[in-house]
């Protein structure tokens, strides 16, 4: 048998969408807390457990993080988004911004597992000074991290733009 990992709603899929159209698979099906692929000939099955639902979740909500502060642009400033790893159990996304002086802007939000509990930050920094800086919220259920971590993105995604026009204007 083979362990899937964040498969959620999996019968939702069943006889194409994204996943068939990309793997061939021409259904799913559930049957006693297995869910049954059927794609080119070969069956496949997968259970997927409470943690892999949880990491297919943290995974989807730092990808939306990821995606939204990506989506931030000036015409007059270069940026590049960027995700990291934050050791021991931890991830950081945003977008950096350089300003024709050099200097750098950073917008970014963090989730980490710490202590059994979930840390999420977030912060929009110029040179390492935090312009914005959210206080460090933390959520013994996921769903609760995820929730500030979607909120947190809006805080800091929101007076980008605002902050960057301020910063250019100090230059000129």
């Known amino acids: 048998m083979l362990q ?3 498969i959620r709603g999996a019968e939702g899929i069943a006889g194409g969408g ?3 159209g990309i793997c061939g698979i021409s259904g799913i099906r559930r049957v006693n807390g297995i869910a049954w692929l059927f794609g ?4 496949y099955a997968f259970v997927v457990d409470s943690d892999s639902l949880a990491a297919a979740a943290l995974l ?7 995606g939204i502060l990506a989506e931030l642009h000036h015409p007059f400033v270069r940026s590049a988004p960027f995700a990291a790893f934050l050791p021991p159990a931890g991830a950081r ?15 970014a939000v963090s989730v980490a597992a710490s202590g059994g509990v979930l840390q999420v930050d977030g912060a929009v920094t ?3 000074e935090p312009l914005l800086d959210l206080p460090r919220r933390t959520a013994v259920e996921l769903g609760d ?8 993105v809006a805080d800091v995604a929101q007076p980008t733009g605002r902050l960057l026009d301020q910063l250019l204007d100090e230059i000129v």
């Open 4 to 6: 899937g990992s964040g």
């Open 18 to 20: 994204v996943v068939g």
């Open 40 to 43: 080119g000939g070969v069956i």
């Open 60 to 66: 989807a909500g730092l990808s939306r993080a990821s």
């Open 93 to 107: 996304t945003g977008v950096m911004f350089t300003l024709p002086d050099g200097r750098e802007v950073t917008v």
């Open 126 to 128: 110029l040179d390492g």
């Open 145 to 152: 991290a995820l929730a500030v971590l979607d909120e947190y």
